[in-house]
């Protein structure tokens, strides 16, 4: 004999059977779907409007490293020296220089 015990109707299509969120979505889908939709207006309406374009060296670098502490401490003293590579050569009756 088989211990499971057959019924007419399983729970699954018994009216009454789902937990309460499942029928709150479900039976008002429509305002699901536009509540989800304005949620998504808004948040692209945010985007757009507080979206600032900033490619600045310090929001580039992590300022709380030593190494990057240190390299600032030194640009604010000699400048943007740090910045510049110099190269000077050719010939003894060529010279040139560049900055």
Not at 17 to 22: G, K, L
Not at 64 to 79: D, S
Request: proline share 4%; net charge positive; with cysteine.
């Amino acid at each position: 004999m088989s211990s499971f015990h057959h019924s007419s109707q399983s729970s699954l299509s018994r009216e009454g059977s789902e937990p309460i969120v499942e029928r709150m979505i479900f039976h008002n889908r429509l305002r699901v779907c536009l509540l989800f939709l304005l949620i998504s207006l808004f948040l692209t309406w945010q985007l757009v409007t507080g979206l600032r374009m900033d490619a600045s060296f310090q929001k580039m670098v992590p300022l709380e490293h030593p190494f990057i502490q240190n390299m600032l401490r030194h640009m604010e003293e000699g400048g943007n020296s740090g910045n510049t590579i110099s190269h000077s050569g050719g010939s003894p009756g060529w010279r040139y220089f560049f900055r």
